[in-house]
Structure formats: C-alpha cells, structure tokens
C-alpha cells in the first residue's frame, strides 16, 4: 500500500476535486492489510471502505493486523455500512450525513481508479489479483448459513444465481408485449428495459437470491367451491394475508442477516418492482417453469413435490456468491393446464395472454370484463387456480404452516349473495391486510355481479341483483343487468 503523497499526479488532482482532502487531513498514510479475504483490484469510490470486503469478522482482522504492526488500533477505523442498497442513506437525508456515510465521492468515474490498491502480501505487480482458496471457502460457508437462516425464517427453500438473463430473454418480453398479451398493464412496457438488466434497479448486484415460501391453506376443497354455483371462489393465495408484505418482511430479515455477517449491499423485491422473478428462479434452480408459465418445484432429495403454489421473492447482493445449477423439467408431454383454462389464456407452452386470464380479468383488469369471456368465469370472482388444480405435480403440494396465510372471514366457501351486500365500509373493514382489497369495492362488486349471472337461477340471486340494479357505479350496473339476463329476468 503506497502512501498518499506517492500516488500520481491525476490521482492527486481528482482527490482534491472531489473535496476529500478533509477526510485525507488527518492521517499521512493509509494502511489496509486483508487478511484471508476476497481481494477486489481496487475499491469503488461510491462505498465505504467495508463494502469493499467480503469477509466476515473484518473489524476483528483489522484489530489483529494493527496489534502485529505494534498499534493499539487500526489506523482506519472498520465500521461496518450494513444498510440495504435500497435503504442506502438518500436524498431524504441532510447533505453533510450524505456525505459522512461515504468515503470518497465519485471517483470511479475517473479512468484512474486505482488510488488504494488492496494487495496480497504476495502480490505488488500491479496484475489482477487472484481469489485465493480461504475466500472461496469463506463464501461457500456463507450459502450455508443463508439457507440455514431462510428455513428458520419460514422459506422452503432458496437458491442463487449470477444478476444475468438469458440471452434471449429481452427479445422473448418484447414479443409478448408487442403481440399486446399484457393487456392494461402498462407498466410492463414502460419497464421492459429495465426487467431485462437488473443493473438498473442496483448498479452493482452481482447475483440474485432467490427463495419460496409455501402458501396452500387449511381451506374448503377448491374443486367443491368450484363445483358449487352459490359458493364464490377465492384464489387460494389471497385468503390470508397479503403476501407482499408477509414475504418482503422475511426477506429483509433474511437480508439484514446476511449483511451483519459480512459487508454487503443488499435489495429485496417482491413484486415491488421491474425484476422477471421465474427467470431468475429458474435459472438458480428453484424450479422449472411449466406450461403454464408458473415456477414448478420439487424438493430437492425427495420424490414428493412442492408444485406451484409458493411464493417468491429476491434478494439483490454485490457478493460473488457460488451459484446453483438450474433444474430440469418435468413436465414431459403433459398439456393439462392449457386444456384445462377456462378461457384458453395458455395459448401456447409457456405463452399466456393476459387479456384472457381470469386472473388478470378479476384483479389486473380495472375495465367491463368481456361478455364472451364472462360465462367462463363461473363463480371465480378472485383470481383462478384452474392450471395448477389439474398439474400432476399439485397433488403433492405442502400445506403451509403459516398463521398469516390461514383462512380470514370464511372466504374459503362463502356465499355469493352473502358478498355481493357488503357495503364498501364492510369490503375495507373484512379485506384490510389482505391483498383483495386492493382492487377496491367497484371490482369487488363486478366480479360477484358475474358469478351471480353464471350462477343457477333463484330468487334470492335475482333479488340480490335488483337491490344493485341501481348501483352509483356505471361499471358495477352494466354486470349487473347482464347478469338478470343471465338468470332470465
């Protein structure tokens, strides 16, 4: 490690334009000894000096280095930035703070990086710097106590993956979205770039943890709900509560685990952002992606399957992490998910279009809902399970041991006539916390106004449609008088 008056006279000039020299004032030399770590060439300018170290117990190195060389203490102090890239110190806070959390600015700009240098005791060529056998180790170790932290978390399992994407994926979204199969969402076309490179949503992620959380509840048998026209049926992952939050509250304990062990940036997804999650997942391993487009697993060791019904989640990480090995399919020449969509959605192996899912209809969907797709809804008023109810691999699925994804007001079997009278005050009081609220009471209500009119014909039916026939919702009105005629009226 050279000292600061040797390094070059660029080197010179970009520290005093970056107004470090401060920070520089109070010591003449900078001494950085790595002890069994993974060497970097060189430290990025925009993270402090413990992002720039994957070793965990550093600080302990450092105090061990400093008693060799005869000091009471190192001569930079180690203190861990453990916070999440996206919780990262930002614009909320005041500009001095901002800059106290950083060591110098920006300087990885520059074409002349290489100001501190981190060299093993054997190494002062000025060639790269090769990982030695203890960092690989240390890392591999590492993976193990994720796992061991994801499975006391509640994750069935958990898998990692280098932050790349097939080569042709970005094309393979572009001719989805080109042929319109995202119907009103929007958002999908407005951030397809960045689904494709995940270095937008976090510069420097060099792998992706991905994890599973099973969902299937202790609930009535889904194929009796849909068997039975007065009964509405719920998707079965929404009868609890809402996993967005269930899901990015482990995974960003999962995360802040990881960063106390070692030095890290961090970012954790769950739906809240532009990642395509069954890539990443597949390509780590998690599972394969079935015809339906979905993430099929089975656990590892075992002949039993875990199926589709799991939730997933990321965690983004700067580390360079041992990667897993994707998994194989097992679907063979089984189509009973496409054959078994009420809509036809499954147009092709791994093709849907969103414009006919039921899922997309009922949730997504903020419009009338197709006439001609109507009668196919059947008593579906949230969501639809049909593609994995028929999969081979569902007859093995686990049920979920989490309270939070139990049963909430009876929306397992509940009536249709029973949900169609809720008043908006009754849909936010009985839907707070899960995610069926989000679609609000307007959608709530179109949704059982067709289940109704694809319901058998009663009276009690036809007198729960005329008491909205009325209804301040132009949207909610249309369904309803569709379905009178439906029931003949």
């Known amino acids: 490690m050279r000292p600061l008056h040797e390094t070059d006279a660029c080197a010179g000039k970009i520290f005093v334009e970056s107004s470090v020299q401060k920070f520089f004032g109070s010591c003449q030399t900078i001494k950085i000894k790595m002890i069994q770590a993974y060497f970097r060439n060189y430290i990025r300018f925009d993270q402090g000096v413990s992002r720039a170290f994957y070793r965990s117990g550093m600080a302990q190195g450092f105090q061990n280095s400093a008693n060799q060389c005869g000091l009471s203490a190192p001569q930079i102090p180690f203190q861990p930035d453990n916070q999440p890239r996206h919780e990262s110190p930002g614009l909320s806070q005041p500009r001095a703070q ?32 090769q990982r030695d056998a203890n960092a690989h180790a240390s890392l591999a170790a590492l993976v193990v106590a994720i796992r061991q932290w994801a499975a006391e978390l509640g994750f069935s399992a958990l898998t990692i993956g280098k932050a790349e994407l097939r080569p042709d994926a970005g094309e393979r979204l572009r001719g989805w979205l080109d042929a319109g199969c995202h119907g009103d969402m929007h958002y999908m ?100 992606r079935g015809k339906h487009t979905l993430l099929v697993a089975r656990d590892p060791g075992s002949p039993v399957s875990s199926g589709s019904c799991f939730f997933i989640g990321e965690i983004f990480i700067d580390l360079p992490l041992p990667v897993d090995a994707p998994v194989s399919s097992h679907c063979g020449r089984c189509t009973a998910c496409l054959t078994a969509c009420p809509t036809g959605a499954i147009v092709a192996p791994y093709r849907l279009d969103a414009r006919r899912c039921i899922s997309y209809l009922t949730i997504e969907h903020s419009g009338p809902i197709p006439e001609l797709l109507r009668p196919h809804i059947g008593n579906r008023i949230y969501g639809c399970d049909d593609c994995q109810l028929v999969c081979r691999w569902h007859r093995y699925v686990p049920q979920s041991v989490e309270k939070d994804f139990a049963v909430r007001n009876g929306l397992d079997r509940a009536c249709l006539v029973s949900l169609f009278a809720w008043s908006e005050a009754e849909f936010l009081q009985r839907t707070a916390g899960s995610p069926i609220r989000r679609i609000g009471h307007e959608r709530w209500l179109r949704n059982i106004a067709v289940a109704l009119g694809n319901a058998p014909h009663s009276p009690e039916r036809v007198a729960a449609l005329r008491a909205r026939e009325e209804d301040s919702s132009a949207l909610v009105r249309e369904h309803v008088h569709w379905a009178l005629r439906r029931q003949g009226v």
């Open 98 to 129: 901002r800059q106290r959390s950083r060591l110098i600015g920006k300087l990885h700009t520059c074409d002349e990086v290489f100001i501190i240098r981190a060299m093993s005791e054997i190494e002062h060529s000025g060639h790269p710097v």
């Open 189 to 288: 076309a407005r951030h397809a770039f960045v689904r494709t490179h995940p270095a937008e949503l976090m510069p420097n992620v060099s792998r992706v943890i991905s994890a599973r959380m099973h969902y299937w509840p202790d609930a009535a048998p889904a194929t009796e709900v849909l068997g039975n026209g007065a009964l509405a049926y719920v998707s079965r992952y929404a009868l609890g509560r809402d996993y967005h939050k269930i899901v990015r509250t482990r995974l960003q304990k999962l995360a802040e685990r990881i960063t106390q062990a070692v030095p890290a940036s961090t970012r954790v997804f769950v739906d809240s952002a532009p990642v395509l999650e069954k890539e990443f997942a597949q390509r780590s391993g998690l599972g394969w």
